[in-house]
């Protein structure tokens, strides 16, 4: 690439660093010690705006660069991305949504935890839920590596390198800094740079055709090297039984995931009610959903303009096809139109890299703090302690006490300011045992985490991200989902089974990918030179889910200890009336 592109989008990334970083820094002014101010932003955020910031939160590079660059590779196989993390909306906004807002408080711990013996259930959840983010969060680091190594023509793994650094100091600095209110604020700003740079490219790939779209696909077909095969099922999953498995395996992760990301989950507590909770998902549907009908159109539209075999050449994961299409639609490598679109075009991909990982960054250290820490920290409260023993001592003493008492009082309509009063007063009613220290070990945890995250982004640079995303939600749907699911619905469901539901689904997803082809055993394995993979599927979903569930039903079977009756219907009252609700 030309001096121009990288001093262009160097200025428009720089800008937009500039104007977060600004934002980070005045809200960070603002009071933010107790954990409520940091997890949740205050409960201040309207459902337009969450819904606006849970599009910011989805909409990755997994989103924007990976599932155009594999649909410009491999045609229809590549269009199951943008269907599978699309219908999953759907399990969010009828299954999970509005009672995870009425029942937890700022981890999805807190609902497991509202009806089961406290510390084990932390412990489990809380580790889970940081081996997803930091899954999710090393997809990210790939996209930022992929999009510096084409802008500085791809010769330079050190300033690769650098670039995943970077992006991971930035993270831990909007975390620390701004908590939850910066965060979504980043994403609002990110979501629209994002819709408005989407559209402008879809229009332009669509003008490039006339507005015909089965001579943009005809045309992709032919210039992909696969003919009419680029446009039917099986060019990436039709070859064989294990790529068919494989296909149904990553179906179930996408669809079954989104409801088991953590980072996802925390959004709903961002709002006042739970009625909130819910138009914020409708919010973020229609988005999305526009969103991902038009990365079909980028994906085709790369493979019809760029070429796959140009697409591959300069990345052979295809995290690069959408910049090569912007620099082909403006005008060419040379041209001022080229080179400017290309510009905006990594400028914003570089805004969403920068954006996700800071809200997944804040999802995994409160689950550090709240969960892992706290539960550590806290006493032992017996085995039929309550969900805020502990942690929450001092909240909430009887059905009628505390910040739940508040919280029925506070109108679940009315202005935004009369809102704010609110959450003021119950955050002053209802103190918190440790706030400062619980807040201080989640920013520390943020730091650790980015950590982790830059060291196995700068292991995984090869692969592509949306592929590195799907394995993410195959964990979350497999340790994540069962005990939220038997949490909320299962009337028997005890602690064994909550902790054996987690255990039973996060191991063997774990293990089943270390033992897969994605990390050994072929050319595009992060180890390609060794070979000890026993697990044919490069997705574990359709075991590991299945696992979950079939591990929390056998620890509540076998439990010595019987289910909390009492505790299940005060839980099951809050979830679906929001009647002690935080």
């Not at 802008?151 to 600095?173: D, F």
């Not at 060291?455 to 749907?477: I, S």
């Not at 089943?512 to 994605?518: A, I, T, Y």
């Amino acid at each position: 690439m030309s001096g121009d592109h990288q001093t262009l989008a160097l200025l428009l990334f720089s800008g937009f660093v500039a104007v977060t970083l600004g934002i980070t820094t005045w809200v960070s002014r603002e009071r933010h010690g107790s954990a409520e101010e940091f997890y949740t932003g205050g409960r201040l955020f309207s459902p337009m705006e969450n819904g606006f910031a849970i599009a910011g939160d989805y909409m990755s590079a997994a989103s924007f660069l990976g599932i155009s660059g594999l649909i410009a590779l491999v045609g229809y196989d590549g269009m199951l991305y943008s269907v599978g993390f699309l219908v999953a909306w759907l399990v969010v906004l009828l299954l999970v949504a509005e009672l995870v807002r009425n029942c937890g408080r700022f981890t999805l711990a807190d609902v497991v935890a509202a009806r089961m013996r406290e510390r084990p259930v932390r412990i489990a959840a809380g580790t889970s839920s940081v081996a997803v983010s930091v899954l999710y969060l090393v997809a990210q680091m790939v996209g930022a590596g992929s999009l510096v190594a084409l802008l500085l023509g791809g010769t330079s793994e050190a300033a690769r390198a650098w670039t995943v650094i970077g992006v991971g100091a930035l993270m831990v600095v909007y975390v620390t800094l701004g908590g939850m209110r910066a965060t979504t604020w980043i994403q609002i700003v990110k979501a629209v740079l994002l819709m408005a740079g989407t559209v402008a490219l879809t229009v332009l790939v669509l003008l490039r055709f006339h507005g015909d779209f089965d001579a943009l696909l005809t045309t992709a077909a032919e210039r992909s090297g696969h003919g009419k095969e680029f446009l039917s099922p099986g060019l990436a999953y039709g070859g064989g039984w294990t790529a068919r498995l494989d296909f149904i395996s990553l179906g179930l992760a996408l669809v079954l995931g989104t409801a088991g990301l953590p980072h996802i989950l925390s959004r709903f507590y961002t709002v006042p009610t739970a009625r909130a909770a819910r138009r914020s998902v409708v919010w973020a549907i229609g988005l999305i959903g526009g969103f991902y009908l038009m990365t079909i159109v980028l994906g085709f539209g790369a493979a019809a303009v760029v070429g796959t075999d140009e697409v591959r050449a300069s990345s052979a994961a295809g995290n690069t096809a959408v910049p090569l299409l912007a620099l082909d639609l403006g005008g060419g490598a040379g041209s001022t139109g080229g080179t400017v679109l290309f510009a905006v075009v990594a400028a914003i991909a570089f805004a969403t890299i920068l954006a996700v990982v800071a809200g997944i960054t804040l999802a995994s250290s409160a689950s550090v703090a709240h969960d892992l820490y706290a539960s550590f920290k806290r006493p032992h409260a017996g085995p039929h302690a309550g969900p805020h023993a502990g942690s929450h001592a001092g909240q909430r003493t009887g059905p009628q006490a505390g910040p739940y008492a508040e919280s029925r009082a506070r109108p679940h309509g009315g202005r935004r300011g009369r809102r704010r009063a609110n959450s003021r007063a119950g955050n002053r009613a209802a103190p918190h045992a440790k706030p400062l220290g619980e807040v201080a070990v989640a920013r520390i945890a943020a730091a650790c985490i980015g950590a982790v995250a830059i060291a196995l982004g700068l292991l995984a640079r090869d692969l592509n991200v949306a592929f590195l995303v799907g394995l993410a939600f195959a964990v979350a749907a497999s340790a994540n989902l069962p005990v939220l699911l038997y949490s909320l619905f299962w009337r028997n469901f005890t602690t064994r089974g909550a902790v054996w539901s987690v255990y039973g689904g996060l191991v063997p997803a774990v293990l089943l990918v270390v033992f897969s082809p994605v990390v050994s055993g072929t050319p595009e394995a992060l180890f390609p030179g060794v070979d000890f993979h026993v697990f044919p599927l490069q997705n574990p979903g359709l075991v590991s889910i299945p696992l979950g569930f079939l591990a929390g039903w056998i620890g509540t079977v076998l439990s010595r200890e019987p289910a909390d009756e009492a505790k299940h219907a005060e839980s099951e009252v809050r979830s679906l009336t929001g009647a002690g609700a935080v």
